[in-house]
């Protein structure tokens, strides 16, 4: 590569016609801060027929995380002729513009698509790189040094011929550069050209620049605002979860009462009486309601896990057990199966994993009314060398989730009964992560798979692959 000697007397001519047509450069780059249509316009400016300078020109910028010079854009005469002129040809004060139509023929061409795929190693030994990026000159293709060079080979076997490429300077750092040939005419790039482009590159380094910055000040401001709408709805949600568990405490007395002599009512009235009916009704509601309210409560107030050591096969042997009259009642068989291991050890709270547990089982039973079967396996999965993992799944036989509902099934209050709150599994949620597992759902050939990942305390192994298959009736 050859430096460009930008010495006095190869500076351009003062001709009006070389002025007019910086500044129509400088009045089109100002007028747009996107950076798409900035960079188009940039190359469209140095390639249009009526510039007369280049017949192709190419844009990359340096990414600064990965060190790397990568394609931009690549705009061809073809498809520059197309530059509108705004304002009157023969002031200073015209500029070009281009429209959204020319500029989606611009990005689908082969040369722009070549351009964008090419990645440049920022390689100091190369003197192509060490010209550009740090003595900050134009430099042209030709010398015997850069034959072998790898970096050398991407610009040449990108341009197939003579070109020149400028440095974008801007604030004292080189952010690219623009690489320009003439591939139609293989005509030979001129000084005057190569040091018009050296004016106009130092235009358009500026212009990039502050499209990039206007570009990151634009991201953060939104990205501020979604975080202030955040803090705001969050503090909204925080007011009224204040709000939901002091109302909970006012209204849970009061139901109290009222379910207690509603049920010392129905126990005096004959049960064939309209009045045991309206007792009953009172009752049930009742129950309902502060079944609602413990949940509304349990949601809205602070998580707090005491943890220990505890067994996490005897939490869901205890939940079977305790839901043994429901399985009967409603005709459901029930299995259980679990890997062999030393111990299902886990450390955790015992009584929030059972309410888990219980949830899920409930929510099964509540789906096979008329029967069906509860599948329940347990099985242990190696994450690391000493860390182990307990998979357990909950299968039921009951139809499966509607499919457009499946992504918000963990949703407060989002519910599919009609006497629900649309917290249980939302709560069972919280807790299980807070026990630093995973809750997922999917839809089997019969019906819904709940899965839950828990790890095990450090050195919890299967000692077989045998399942013990346990059943309940």
């Known amino acids: 590569m050859n430096s460009i000697d930008s010495s006095p007397h190869s500076e351009p001519g003062n001709s009006i016609a070389e002025l007019t047509l910086l500044y129509q450069f400088s009045n089109t780059m100002l007028s747009t801060i996107r950076f798409n249509k900035l960079t188009h316009l940039i190359l469209t400016a140095i390639t249009t027929p009526s510039s007369n300078l280049f017949e192709r020109a190419a844009l990359f910028l340096r990414n600064e995380n ?58 100091d030994s190369c003197p192509f790189i060490s010209q550009i990026f740090a003595e900050r000159k134009l430099c042209r293709s030709g010398e015997e040094r850069c034959h072998n060079c790898q970096t050398c080979h991407f610009i040449r076997s990108l341009c197939n011929g003579p070109f020149v490429a400028a440095p974008l300077v801007c604030h004292e750092k080189t952010i690219g550069m623009i690489v320009v040939d003439n591939p139609d005419s293989g005509r030979e790039i001129s000084k005057d050209s190569m040091n018009f482009l050296r004016l106009f590159a130092n235009q358009a380094g500026m212009a990039i620049e502050n499209s990039m910055l206007y570009n990151r000040i634009e991201e953060a401001h939104l990205n501020l605002r979604d975080a202030r709408e955040r803090l705001e709805h969050g503090e909204r949600m925080a007011a009224i979860g204040e709000i939901a568990a002091n109302l909970v405490h006012e209204l849970k007395n009061p139901l109290v009462t009222i379910g207690g002599f509603a049920g010392r009512l129905l126990k005096s009235l004959p049960n064939e009486t309209r009045q045991h009916q309206y007792a009953d009704t009172i009752v049930s509601e009742v129950s309902r309601l502060e079944k609602m309210l413990i949940e509304i409560l349990a949601f809205a107030r602070k998580p707090t896990i005491c943890f220990s050591a505890c067994d996490l096969k005897k939490i869901i042997k205890d939940c079977l057990t305790s839901c043994a009259t429901t399985f009967e009642d409603h005709s459901i068989n029930v299995s259980l199966s679990a890997d062999d291991a030393s111990a299902w050890s886990i450390s955790g709270d015992a009584h929030q994993l059972k309410q888990v547990f219980l949830n899920l089982i409930l929510n099964a039973c509540d789906v096979m009314l008329e029967g069906g079967e509860l599948i329940l396996t347990m099985t242990l999965k190696k994450v690391a060398q000493d860390k182990n993992t307990a998979v357990i799944c909950i299968e039921d036989s009951g139809g499966g989730i509607q499919k457009e509902m499946l992504p918000q099934i963990f949703n407060p209050f989002f519910t599919t009964k009609h006497h629900g709150t649309g917290l249980g599994l939302s709560i069972a949620h919280r807790i299980i992560l807070n026990h630093f597992g995973t809750i997922d759902v999917h839809n089997t050939a019969k019906g819904a798979a709940f899965t839950i990942t828990l790890p095990l305390a450090e050195g919890v192994t299967p000692l077989s692959q045998s399942n013990q298959m346990s059943y309940y009736a």
Request: glycine content about 6%; cysteine-free.
């Open 66 to 123: 990965s060190d790397l010079l990568q394609g931009i854009l690549g705009i061809t005469r073809r498809l520059s002729k197309e530059l509108q002129i705004i304002g009157d040809q023969d002031i200073l004060g015209s500029r070009w513009d281009l429209s959204d139509e020319i500029i989606s023929r611009q990005k689908s061409t082969n040369f722009n698509m070549h351009v964008r795929q090419t990645r440049i190693e920022m390689d």
